[in-house]
């Protein structure tokens, strides 16, 4: 195990402490000849280690936990032994509700990777961690798009889901009796990361159906509520145009997820589709006459 330096920034001092464990390096974190707290860095997996830093609760707030992790982190990262412990990540387990340090692991440049759950035992709570890490390849935050990418990593995501609106020449509604719920619904799924919402509902309806349409103007946007263990998410819903009904007869269904399709009238969509569905597909053949785009939530104006 690589000796331990004494690491200072001017205001936080990093000084070795003795640990029983060879695999957990241990520092005490003094300003102005004061011991304020600890740090440690745990080796676990070959080229990573997990850091903690914890600060006593009479020095909390004025920054010393961000000073003290800093150097932490930058010396376990540093490139060899000589002058750190040439870690490829490092990473620490911060439980869910423990915003403070989030906000601490995050202005020294480590990423959220995900939540970790588990059960210590039968009948106990689920413990949730964040996962924070950060790796030597990372870029410093001081140059240009670095601070961007640590944002895009923590910052909310929302789910979107692309659905098109396809009618017969009677004006009838193509509608999707799907494998994995009871009610039916438009054509479409959901966007993938870093695809367009009109690409990736042309795509959902030719891995669907095998059907190839293009994606007409949008029509409407409905933010949908959490639902039934869902997260919200935005619905965009797209011209599809006009099909016959024998164009259907060519479609290969995807078995895993569709079971049939049928063009239905809107007393027909009302008794297959959830309410909130049905108030969707209203809105865009509403937006479809009127040649407006519309928006709603849960299909309701707003």
């Given amino acids: 195990m690589t000796s331990q330096p004494t690491l200072d920034d001017g205001t936080v001092t990093l000084r070795p402490a003795r640990s029983p464990d060879p695999s957990r390096l241990a520092f005490y974190v003094v300003t102005d000849d ?3 707290g ?7 997996d070959p080229g990573t280690g997990a850091v903690a830093v914890e600060i006593s ?8 936990a961000v000073r003290a992790l800093r150097m932490l982190v930058d010396w376990a990262l540093a490139g060899t032994r000589t002058d750190g412990l040439g870690l490829q990540r490092v990473e620490s387990w911060i439980p869910e509700q423990d915003e403070a340090a989030l ?3 995050t202005r020294v440049g480590m990423r959220r990777e995900g939540v970790r759950r588990r059960v210590r035992g039968p009948g106990e709570a689920v413990e949730a961690h964040v996962v924070m890490a950060r790796l030597a390849t990372d870029p410093p935050l001081t ?3 670095a601070f961007r990418t640590l944002l895009n990593s923590f910052l909310p995501r929302k789910r979107a889901i692309g659905q098109m609106l396809v009618r017969d020449p009677d004006g009838r509604v193509l509608l999707c009796q799907l494998t994995y719920k009871q009610d039916w619904d438009l054509p479409g ?15 959902e309806v030719e891995e669907e159906l095998a059907i190839t349409l293009d994606a007409g103007r949008l029509l409407l946007t409905d933010w949908l509520p959490p639902w039934a263990g869902w997260d919200d998410a935005l619905c ?8 016959r009904p024998s164009d259907l007869d060519g479609a290969i269904l995807q078995t895993r997820e569709i079971r049939s399709v049928a063009f239905c009238t809107l007393e027909e969509v009302r008794e297959r589709a959830t309410d909130f569905t049905a108030r ?7 937006g479809l006459e009127d040649g407006s785009v519309r928006y709603t939530e849960s299909g309701r104006a707003v």
């Avoid at 600890?38 to 676990?44: F, K, Q, R, S, Y």
């Avoid at 609760?57 to 010393?64: C, L, P, T």
């Avoid at 799924?189 to 795509?203: F, I, Q």
């Avoid at 965009?236 to 099909?243: A, I, S």
């Fill in 38 to 44: 600890t740090a440690t860095v745990v080796m676990t």
């Fill in 280 to 286: 969707r597909v209203e809105a865009a053949l509403a």
């Fill in 57 to 64: 609760e009479r020095a909390r707030g004025r920054g010393y």
């Fill in 103 to 105: 906000r601490v692991s």
């Fill in 143 to 145: 140059e240009p798009g």
């Fill in 236 to 243: 965009l819903v797209f011209d599809g145009g006009v099909l």
């Fill in 189 to 203: 799924g959901v966007v993938e990361v870093n695809e367009s919402p009109r690409v990736a509902v042309a795509r």
């Fill in 34 to 36: 004061r011991t304020i």
